[in-house]
C-alpha cells in the first residue's frame, strides 16, 4: 500500500518536474542574474538575448531528432562555418535570396552525406561526424584561404538583424522553425518513426520501418536546420570566418538538446524544452559575461551543466517510472 | 574472404605503410636517412601512446574525447610542479593528476551512467577551463634544461620516447592479451551484459580502462612538453581525431571486444608518414586536418564493410 503512494508521489513529482522544471530553471537564472547586474535587466539586453537565443535554439531542432533516434552529431560547428562561408562567397553571382537559399540546400546535402555514411555503412554517428568535424573546418579553411567573407547584401543581413513590427526577424524565423518541427514530431508519421527507432531499433525494423532512410532523412533535416542557423549567425556578425564561426558550437546545441528533456537513450525527447534550454543557455552565458567571470570558469561551468544535465534527466525518467533502476 | 578479412585485420595497415614509404621515398631523396624516419617514427609516437589507452577504451566499448585536454593539464603542471619539487616527483605528480581525470571519467560514467561520449565531451571542455584557470590563460615557461632529455635525448642513437613508447606497448600488450584484465576488457566490449552475468565487476573494467587512456595522455603530454620546455594549456586541439584515426586505422573494431595494439603502434608512424610527406609538399596545415580527417573516414568505411560482411557470415551460420 505505502509502495504505491511512495510510487504516485515520485510521478507527480516526476510529472510537475517534466512540465514546469525548465521555466522554473529559466526565472531563476534571470532572477540571479537581475540582481546581480543593473546592465543584465534592461530591456534591450533581454531582447537581445532572445534574439542570440534563436542561433543555439535552431540548431537544437535538429539535434533533438538526431537525439532522439539515438545518434548524435558533432560535425554541427564546423558544418555552419563551412557552409557560411560558400553560401555567402555566392552572393555576388546569385544574389541574397540566392545565397540564403543555396547554403540552406548545401547544408542539408552534407547532412544527407552524413546519413549515408552512418545508415549504409553502420559506422556509429559520433565517430562519423567527429571525422566531419574536421573535414568541413579544413574545407572552410581552404575555400575561403582563411579570410573571412563580409556579408553587405540586404536581404541575408535581414535575416539575423532585421524586424518585422518590431520583432526580431531571427526569432521569427526560429519560431516557424519550431512550430513546423513540432507539427512533424508529434502529428505526422515521421515523428513516430523517430520515437520507435530511437526507442528499440530493432523493434521498428521488424514492424516495417525503413530505420536506413529515416536515418537519412533525420541527419539532412538537421542540415537543413544548421543552414538555416548558419544565416542568422552570419548575418548577426555581419561576416562569415571559416576558423572562428561555430567553435564549440556543437557542445552548446547538445547541451540545450539534454537540458531540454531529451534522453540521451533515444526515444524520449522534447522539441519545446529544447527551445527553452536554448534560452536559459544563453542568459546564463550573457549573465557571467556582465559579471565579466573569466571565460575559463564559464568553460567548466558549462561543462557541469551538460553532466548535470544528463544526470538530472535520469533522476526525472526514474521518477516517472520510464527506467528501470 | 573471411581468411583476407582477418590478415586484413591484423596486418592491413603493413600495406599501408609500405605504400607511404615507396611514395615518400620517391619524393624525397631524404626519406631513406635514418634521421628522417627516426624522426618520424619519434612524431608518430604520441598518437601511438594515447592510442594504446584508446586501443583499451574502444576495446572496452568505451570511448574517450578528453585526452587532448588532459594533455594540456599534465603539460601546466609540469611547468608549475619542476621548480618547486624537482624533474621526479613532478612528473610523477602530473601523472597522478592525469590519471585522476580518468578516475573521475569512470565514475561518472559507472556511478551516474552518464554516456561515455558525452562525458568525456563535458570534461573536455571542463579540463581545458581548469588547466587555463591553473596556468592564468599563459604559456609557462620551464626553465631547468635537463628536462629536455625525456623529449629530445638519445641514448644510443635512438631517441628516448621511442623507448618510453616500447615500454608501455610491451605493458599494454601484456595487460591486453596475457592477464585476466585484459580478457575482462574485450568481454565487457563484446557483450556488457553477459560479462555482468558471469560474474565480472564490469564497472571497475570500465573505471580502470578510463584511468590508463589518461595515464596515457598524460605520458604523452609530458613528452610533448619536454620537447619544447613550455607549459600549454591548450595544448594540441583536436589531437583526440588523430588518437582515434591511429586507433580504427590499427585494425580495433569499433564495436568493441577486439583491441589490435600492434596496428595501433604502426597507424601511429603510418600518421607521422602522412604528416612528413604533406609537410614535403609545403602544403598548409588545413590540409593536414583534412587528410586525417578522410584517412579516419576511410578506415571507418573499411570497418563498416568488414563488419556488414561478418554479419552477413554469421547469418548464414558460417562460424567466423
Given at each position: 500500500m505505502y509502495d504505491v503512494k511512495a510510487k504516485k508521489v515520485k510521478m507527480?513529482?516526476?510529472?510537475?518536474?517534466?512540465?514546469?522544471?525548465?521555466?522554473?530553471?529559466?526565472?531563476?537564472?534571470?532572477?540571479?542574474?537581475?540582481?546581480?547586474?543593473?546592465?543584465?535587466?534592461?530591456?534591450?539586453?533581454?531582447?537581445?538575448?532572445?534574439?542570440?537565443?534563436?542561433?543555439?535554439?535552431?540548431?537544437?531542432?535538429?539535434?533533438?531528432?538526431?537525439?532522439?533516434?539515438?545518434?548524435?552529431?558533432?560535425?554541427?560547428?564546423?558544418?555552419?562555418?563551412?557552409?557560411?562561408?560558400?553560401?555567402?562567397?555566392?552572393?555576388?553571382?546569385?544574389?541574397?535570396?540566392?545565397?540564403?537559399?543555396?547554403?540552406?540546400?548545401?547544408?542539408?546535402?552534407?547532412?544527407?552525406?552524413?546519413?549515408?555514411?552512418?545508415?549504409?555503412?553502420?559506422?556509429?554517428?559520433?565517430?562519423?561526424?567527429?571525422?566531419?568535424?574536421?573535414?568541413?573546418?579544413a574545407l572552410a579553411f581552404i575555400y575561403t584561404n582563411n579570410t573571412p567573407v563580409y556579408i553587405q547584401d540586404k536581404f541575408w543581413l535581414f535575416m539575423g538583424n532585421g524586424k518585422v513590427y518590431g520583432i526580431p526577424f531571427a526569432v521569427i524565423v526560429m519560431v516557424i522553425c519550431y512550430l513546423s518541427a513540432f507539427l512533424l514530431l508529434r502529428?505526422?508519421?515521421?515523428?513516430?518513426?523517430?520515437?520507435?527507432?530511437?526507442?528499440?531499433?530493432?523493434?521498428?525494423?521488424?514492424?516495417?520501418?525503413?530505420?536506413?532512410?529515416?536515418?537519412?532523412?533525420?541527419?539532412?533535416?538537421?542540415?537543413?536546420?544548421?543552414?538555416?542557423?548558419?544565416?542568422?549567425?552570419?548575418?548577426?556578425?555581419?561576416?562569415?570566418?571559416?576558423?572562428?564561426?561555430?567553435?564549440?558550437?556543437?557542445?552548446?546545441?547538445?547541451?540545450?538538446?539534454?537540458?531540454?528533456?531529451?534522453?540521451?537513450?533515444?526515444?524520449?525527447?522534447?522539441?519545446?524544452?529544447?527551445?527553452?534550454?536554448?534560452?536559459i543557455l544563453t542568459y546564463f552565458k550573457n549573465g557571467l559575461g556582465l559579471l565579466q567571470v573569466s571565460s575559463y570558469w564559464q568553460y567548466i561551468a558549462v561543462g557541469l551543466i551538460l553532466i548535470l544535465a544528463v544526470t538530472l534527466n535520469r533522476i526525472k525518467y526514474t521518477l516517472l517510472g520510464q527506467v528501470e533502476v | 574472404?573471411?581468411?583476407?578479412?582477418?590478415?586484413?585485420?591484423?596486418f592491413g595497415i603493413f600495406i599501408f605503410i609500405v605504400v607511404g614509404a615507396i611514395v615518400l621515398s620517391i619524393a624525397s631523396p631524404h626519406f631513406l636517412e635514418l634521421n628522417t624516419i627516426l624522426n618520424i617514427i619519434t612524431q608518430g609516437t604520441y598518437a601511438a601512446i594515447i592510442g594504446f589507452g584508446m586501443t583499451f577504451a574502444i576495446t572496452s566499448g568505451g570511448f574517450d574525447l578528453s585526452v587532448e585536454a588532459v594533455m594540456g593539464l599534465t603539460s601546466v603542471f609540469l611547468a608549475i610542479l619542476i621548480p618547486v619539487v624537482g624533474i621526479p616527483s613532478a612528473i610523477v605528480i602530473s601523472l597522478v593528476i592525469a590519471s585522476s581525470v580518468g578516475l573521475i571519467n569512470g565514475l561518472i560514467i559507472t556511478k551516474l551512467d552518464v554516456n561515455p561520449f558525452i562525458t568525456t565531451l563535458a570534461m573536455m571542455t571542463i579540463i581545458r577551463g581548469v588547466s587555463l584557470l591553473v596556468a592564468g590563460g599563459r604559456q609557462i615557461v620551464i626553465s631547468e634544461k635537463s628536462f629536455m632529455t625525456i623529449g629530445t635525448g638519445k641514448l644510443l642513437g635512438i631517441p628516448v620516447p621511442i623507448y618510453i613508447t616500447m615500454v608501455l606497448f610491451i605493458i599494454f600488450y601484456l595487460i591486453l592479451y596475457h592477464t585476466?584484465?585484459?580478457?575482462?576488457?574485450?568481454?565487457?566490449?563484446?557483450?556488457?551484459?553477459?560479462?555482468?552475468?558471469?560474474?565480472?565487476?564490469?564497472?571497475?573494467?570500465?573505471?580502470?580502462?578510463?584511468?590508463?587512456?589518461?595515464?596515457?595522455?598524460?605520458?604523452?603530454?609530458?613528452?610533448?612538453?619536454?620537447?619544447?620546455?613550455?607549459?600549454?594549456?591548450?595544448?594540441?586541439?583536436?589531437f583526440v581525431l588523430i588518437v582515434i584515426t591511429v586507433t580504427v586505422l590499427g585494425g580495433?573494431?569499433?564495436?568493441?571486444?577486439?583491441?589490435?595494439?600492434?596496428?595501433?603502434?604502426f597507424a601511429g608512424i603510418f600518421i607521422s608518414m602522412i604528416y612528413y610527406g604533406l609537410n614535403l609538399l609545403g602544403v598548409q596545415i588545413f590540409y593536414q586536418m583534412l587528410s586525417v580527417g578522410l584517412v579516419l573516414i576511410f578506415a571507418l568505411f573499411i570497418d563498416g564493410i568488414r563488419t556488414k560482411y561478418l554479419e552477413k557470415i554469421k547469418a548464414k551460420g558460417i562460424k567466423v
Open positions: 507527480k513529482i516526476g510529472q510537475l518536474w517534466e512540465n514546469f522544471g525548465l521555466l522554473f530553471l529559466f526565472v531563476v537564472v534571470v532572477i540571479i542574474f537581475s540582481i546581480l547586474s543593473p546592465t543584465f535587466r534592461t530591456y534591450y539586453n533581454f531582447a537581445n538575448n532572445f534574439r542570440f537565443s534563436s542561433l543555439i535554439g535552431i540548431g537544437a531542432i535538429g539535434m533533438t531528432f538526431c537525439i532522439m533516434s539515438g545518434d548524435f552529431d558533432i560535425s554541427i560547428g564546423s558544418m555552419l562555418a563551412l557552409v557560411a562561408v560558400i553560401g555567402s562567397s555566392l552572393i555576388p553571382k546569385i544574389g541574397g535570396i540566392g545565397g540564403v537559399l543555396s547554403t540552406i540546400a548545401i547544408a542539408s546535402f552534407l547532412g544527407f552525406v552524413n546519413g549515408v555514411f552512418i545508415a549504409k555503412l553502420k559506422i556509429p554517428a559520433f565517430i562519423t561526424t567527429l571525422g566531419m568535424l574536421f573535414v568541413f573546418r502529428k505526422s508519421p515521421f515523428g513516430r518513426y523517430i520515437i520507435a527507432i530511437g526507442t528499440n531499433k530493432r523493434a521498428a525494423m521488424l514492424s516495417g520501418i525503413n530505420v536506413d532512410n529515416v536515418k537519412i532523412i533525420i541527419f539532412t533535416l538537421l542540415g537543413f536546420f544548421i543552414g538555416v542557423a548558419s544565416v542568422v549567425t552570419s548575418a548577426n556578425l555581419g561576416s562569415a570566418n571559416p576558423g572562428l564561426m561555430g567553435q564549440g558550437y556543437e557542445f552548446q546545441v547538445i547541451t540545450a538538446v539534454v537540458l531540454g528533456g531529451t534522453s540521451l537513450k533515444g526515444g524520449n525527447g522534447s522539441i519545446g524544452g529544447a527551445f527553452i534550454a536554448a534560452m | 574472404m573471411i581468411k583476407f578479412l582477418k590478415l586484413y585485420e591484423k585476466p584484465f585484459g580478457r575482462h576488457v574485450s568481454a565487457v566490449g563484446s557483450n556488457e551484459n553477459s560479462a555482468r552475468i558471469s560474474g565480472l565487476n564490469v564497472n571497475l573494467v570500465k573505471i580502470a580502462v578510463f584511468v590508463l587512456i589518461s595515464f596515457t595522455a598524460g605520458v604523452a603530454g609530458t613528452i610533448r612538453t619536454s620537447q619544447t620546455l613550455i607549459g600549454i594549456p591548450t595544448m594540441a586541439p583536436g580495433t573494431s569499433l564495436s568493441g571486444g577486439r583491441g589490435n595494439l600492434w596496428g595501433t603502434l
